[in-house]
C-alpha cells in the first residue's frame, strides 16, 4: 500500500518561499507521476502540478510563474517551491500519486497547513 | 479553464436513504473523464469513482457514477453511517484538471 507524507514549515512568511517535501514509502516513486494539491476555504481544491520520476514537470498555468517541483528518486521523494506567498497561498496542501499524469489522483498523503503571516 | 458546479450544497438524509449528488461542468468534459472523491474532516480525499462510472478499488458497490458531456452524477444507493461526508468531482478532460467546491452529506 502506497502511503505519502508531507513534511515542511507550517508557516511562511510573506514574500518568501514555501518548501514542501513528499515521502512516499510502500512503493517506488519510479514509474510514476506525483502532483500537488491545495485546499483552502478560498478556492477549495486546486492542482498546482506534477513530476514525472524522469523529472519532467506540468504546472497549472495560475501558479506557473510561482512553482517549482523536483524529484529525488534516491531518497523516494518529491518536493514543492513556491515563490512569493502571500496570504492568498494559505491552505493545506496535499501530495498525491497521479495516476498516470493526466486523469485522477488514487494515493494521497494527509496534508499540511502551511500559513502565510508574518 | 472548465468550472465544475456541484449542487445541492448541502443534502440533508438519513442512514439508509438515497443520495444523488450531481456535478455539472462548463463545458463538455471529453471522454467522460471525471472522477469523484469522499472527504471526511481532517482526511484527504478519497477516490471513489473514475472515467465517470467505475469504482476505485475497494469501494463498496452502493457508489455509483453516471453521466457525460456536462451532466454528471454520484448515486450512493443506501446510505451508511460512515457515508456522512463532502464529495467532490474532478475533471480531467481539459487542462488543468479543475475541482467542484463540494457537495457537504450531512445526518438529517
Known amino acids: 500500500q502506497v502511503q505519502l507524507q508531507e513534511s515542511g514549515p507550517g508557516l511562511v512568511k510573506p514574500s518568501e518561499t514555501l518548501s514542501l517535501t513528499c515521502t512516499v514509502s510502500?512503493?517506488?516513486?519510479?514509474?510514476?507521476?506525483w502532483s500537488w494539491i491545495r485546499q483552502s476555504p478560498g478556492k477549495g481544491l486546486e492542482w498546482i502540478g506534477y513530476?514525472?520520476?524522469?523529472?519532467?514537470?506540468n504546472y497549472n498555468p495560475s501558479l506557473k510563474s510561482r512553482v517549482t517541483i523536483s524529484v529525488a528518486t534516491s531518497k523516494n521523494q518529491f518536493s514543492l517551491k513556491l515563490s512569493s506567498v502571500t496570504a492568498a497561498d494559505t491552505a493545506v496542501y496535499y501530495c498525491?500519486?497521479?495516476?498516470?499524469?493526466?486523469?485522477?489522483?488514487?494515493?494521497w498523503g494527509q496534508g499540511t497547513l502551511v500559513t502565510v503571516s508574518s | 479553464e472548465i468550472v465544475l458546479t456541484q449542487s445541492p450544497g448541502t443534502l440533508s438524509l438519513s442512514p439508509g436513504e438515497r443520495a444523488t449528488l450531481s456535478c455539472r461542468a462548463s463545458?463538455?468534459?471529453?471522454?467522460?473523464?471525471l472522477a469523484w472523491y469522499q472527504q471526511k474532516p481532517g482526511q484527504a480525499p478519497r477516490l471513489l469513482i473514475y472515467?465517470?462510472?467505475n469504482r476505485a478499488t475497494g469501494i463498496p458497490d452502493r457508489f455509483s457514477g453516471s453521466g457525460s458531456g456536462t451532466d454528471f452524477s454520484l448515486t450512493i444507493s443506501r446510505l451508511e453511517p460512515e457515508d456522512f461526508a463532502v464529495y467532490y468531482c474532478?475533471?480531467?478532460?481539459?487542462?488543468?484538471?479543475?475541482f467542484g467546491q463540494g457537495t457537504k452529506v450531512e445526518i438529517k
Open positions: 474532478q475533471q480531467y478532460g481539459s487542462s488543468p484538471r479543475t
Open positions: 510502500g512503493g517506488s516513486i519510479s514509474g510514476n507521476y
Open positions: 472515467g465517470a462510472s
Open positions: 513530476i514525472h520520476y524522469s523529472g519532467s514537470t
Open positions: 463545458q463538455s468534459v471529453s471522454s467522460s473523464y
Open positions: 498525491a500519486r497521479d495516476f498516470n499524469g493526466w486523469t485522477h489522483f488514487d494515493y
